[in-house]
């Protein structure tokens, strides 16, 4: 499914939501309006590293980034596996891979237009200054 966002176009794969295609674009209106800081959506996580990673960027709260850097050393891992795994992220914004960061730039983003979103959804945040 797909969700719009700030006049992008974000795909999130709803079969690994456990919730209505309705309650999920609900859910992105009240965070785009700033009226939401978390959603409250149940997620299927990948098994493995990837699902180890999603399970450190949900962890990271609204407004707050950490680096590559800072989700690998948690995972004793390196940060070019950990920029794979948000790459991977099948549920951008619901598991909010714009929060990983790199240590002097934004890093990519998989969804929307890719990093302008990813600075949009930042600045929403107030995560950037």
């Known amino acids: 499914m797909h969700v719009e966002l700030f006049g992008r176009r974000v795909e999130l794969d709803a079969d690994s939501v456990a919730a209505s295609e309705d309650e999920i674009r609900a859910q992105v209106a009240e965070y785009a309006a700033g009226e939401r800081r978390e959603f409250d959506l149940s997620v299927a996580t990948p098994e493995g590293f990837a699902g180890e990673v999603a399970a450190e960027m949900r962890a990271i709260p609204y407004g707050e980034t950490r680096t590559y850097g800072d989700v690998a050393a948690a995972l004793d891992s390196a940060p070019v596996a950990v920029g794979r795994a948000c790459g991977a992220n099948p549920v ?37 200054e």
């Open 92 to 128: 951008p914004l619901v598991v909010p891979c714009h929060r990983v960061v790199g240590a002097d730039s934004l890093g990519g983003y998989s969804a929307g237009d890719g990093p302008a979103l990813k600075r949009r959804l930042l600045e929403l945040e107030g995560a950037l």
